[in-house]
């Protein structure tokens, strides 16, 4: 986005796509500062999900270990690649999701549909990336790790013999 540089900014042109914007707004309307994404502040954790993990879902299988008191995992995405092997998956129903949830919980902070991945008969790649999170209480955020289930109707997936590779990207958010 382009803005006039009066007192009293004012939008004027859409920006290039791609373009950063680089200023902070200093001695401007405040509504207008970038917030910095602290990039180097992502972490990421990759689990590899055998056909026996995958086939004993819903059980959950934990991608990120409880952090250390007083600190939240705050997702930020999550990729799914699923190699297959000799047989791709029956997926017993339509809503059957992968979904990465705080350990014991099943409310989904992010979900891939297994229709689209698992049941293909090539190597596919889903990737979602997190969007809210509204509502929870704090005890319910405050040092509980991350898991992967297969929510939906079960049973879930069936015959596969391929593998998925889950690939989850968090920031650690200290609580006060």
């Known amino acids: 986005m382009v803005f006039s540089s009066g007192k ?26 970038a ?23 819903p059980t959950a299988k934990l991608i990120v270990a409880a952090p250390g008191s007083g600190k939240m995992i705050l997702p930020v995405s999550l990729a799914l690649q699923f190699k297959k092997n000799m047989t791709a998956y029956t997926i017993a129903n339509a809503d059957n999701a992968f979904e990465a949830v ?47 289930i297969l929510g939906g109707t079960t049973p879930g997936l069936t015959l596969g013999d391929g593998t998925v590779e889950a690939t989850f990207a968090y920031q650690l958010v200290t609580l006060t």
Not at 11 to 23: H, K, R, W
Request: overall charge negative.
């Open 8 to 33: 009293d900014e004012a939008f004027i042109a859409p920006g290039t796509a791609g373009t950063v914007l680089t200023s902070n707004g200093a001695g401007r309307n405040a509504s207008y500062q």
């Open 35 to 57: 917030i910095p994404f602290p990039a180097d502040k992502i972490q990421i954790a990759q689990v590899l999900l055998s056909s026996t993990d995958l086939l004993a879902l």
């Open 102 to 148: 705080y350990h014991g919980d099943t409310t989904a902070l992010l979900s891939i549909l297994a229709t689209g991945l698992v049941d293909q008969a090539a190597n596919t790649v889903s990737a979602k990336a997190f969007s809210s999170l509204a509502g929870l209480a704090q005890t319910k955020l405050a040092a509980i790790g991350i898991d992967l």
